[in-house]
């Protein structure tokens, strides 16, 4: 079936480091994307979206990037720090979904270390 | 401002027996959706709510069922557990229906049958 998956279920960097992850995805009909953090105990924490109809889409030390031509979503975090270690996911939204029915990929744990 | 607010935060069940999971949505926010998270996977969808009606269910048997109040809290039930329902359970919120809509999510309910 249809999902999203992420490249690398695991990545360690160093504080201050920039960090990439990244992510796959195989329904060209979605339109929206989201990143979500979750931390241990915790639910899904929002970090940042893009719509299909954008490439990039800047906040505060993260970046996405979206490559509809390749089904491709990467999240960026610039100056890695000790807490953004985290599980992250990333998630799509088709047009096959009513209302904002989100399918996630597996996760990429990031681990910080200083 | 209150976030999605979910209750209980951790229960245990015996197998067989019946489960409710209750959350409280952002205000304002008339949709609600649940997802369920197995350790080391990321959320699956099971349903959306809208306005109080169903508007999306995923992948799951009928031994899972929700309703949405008229103050848009919502109710997760689950009947007839199994070992292998023994999951995170969480409940997003967002202000509307349509796609593009950023979801909020809860701290979710731990759930383990025994």
């Known amino acids: 079936g249809e999902s999203v998956g992420l490249h690398l279920p695991t990545l360690s960097v160093q504080e201050g480091d920039n960090s990439i992850i990244n992510c796959a995805y195989s329904?060209?009909?979605?339109?929206?994307f989201i990143w979500y953090k979750q931390e241990s105990g915790k639910g899904p924490q929002f970090i940042i979206d893009i719509r299909s109809n954008m490439d990039k889409r800047q906040g505060q030390r993260v970046t996405v990037l979206l490559n509809k031509t390749v089904k491709h979503l990467s999240l960026q975090i610039a100056a890695t720090q000790p807490g953004d270690s985290a599980v992250y996911f990333c998630?799509?939204?088709?047009?096959?979904?009513?209302?904002?029915?989100?399918?996630f990929g597996k996760g990429t744990t990031l681990s910080v270390s200083s | 401002d209150a976030g999605v607010t979910q209750s209980p935060t951790h229960l245990i069940k015996t197998r067989g027996q019946h489960v409710t999971l209750r959350c409280s949505p952002i205000?304002?926010?008339?949709?609600v959706s649940w997802y369920q998270q197995v350790l080391g996977q990321g959320p699956q969808f099971i349903f959306q709510?809208?306005?109080?009606?169903?508007?999306g269910r995923g992948n799951f048997p009928d031994r899972f069922s929700a309703r949405q109040f008229p103050n848009y809290s919502s109710e997760l039930n689950v009947n007839a557990l199994l070992l292998g329902d023994s999951a995170l359970y969480l409940c997003?919120?967002?202000?509307?229906?349509?796609?593009?809509?950023?979801?909020?999510f809860g701290q979710g309910t731990r759930l383990t049958v025994v």
């Open positions: 205000s304002g926010h008339k949709s």
């Open positions: 329904n060209s009909a979605s339109d929206y």
């Open positions: 709510y809208y306005e109080k009606e169903e508007r």
């Open positions: 998630a799509e939204n088709t047009v096959d979904q009513a209302g904002t029915a989100l399918i």
């Open positions: 997003a919120s967002s202000s509307g229906q349509g796609a593009s809509t950023e979801a909020f």
